[in-house]
């Protein structure tokens, strides 16, 4: 009876940290890109998500647009003049995909 026992919590403890790998939450600037085995399978909305463990990637890309600021010098040391740069995002995954196309071909 306490073999029983130990076997069932061992199960029990084995499929609560099977299902904790399992789930990936994309947050709401993010885009979801998952790899199975290596390979592109596609985008992913925001949301919860469900992969398999060992075998799905899921890497996550902000979408979000920052804002950096820098100088620039003039031909004189005396005046300087700055600008501020707003900077999208590049998508990893469509760049890695256009390769892989353009490779097969």
Do not use: K, N
């Not at 890309?61 to 995002?89: D, E, H, I, Q």
């Amino acid at each position: 009876m306490t073999a029983l026992i130990i076997v069932l919590v061992v199960l029990v403890v084995l499929v609560l940290i099977g299902l904790a790998m399992a789930i990936r939450i994309v947050r709401q600037y993010e885009q979801g890109v998952l790899f199975r085995f290596g390979r592109l399978v596609g985008p992913r909305a925001p949301g919860l998500r469900f992969i398999i463990p060992f075998v799905d990637v899921l890497h996550r890309v902000s979408l979000r647009s920052s804002r950096c600021r820098s100088s620039r010098r003039a031909s004189s040391p005396a005046t300087t003049s700055a600008s501020t740069s707003l900077l999208w995002p590049t998508s990893a995954w469509s760049t890695r995909s256009s390769r892989s196309s353009r490779s097969r071909t």
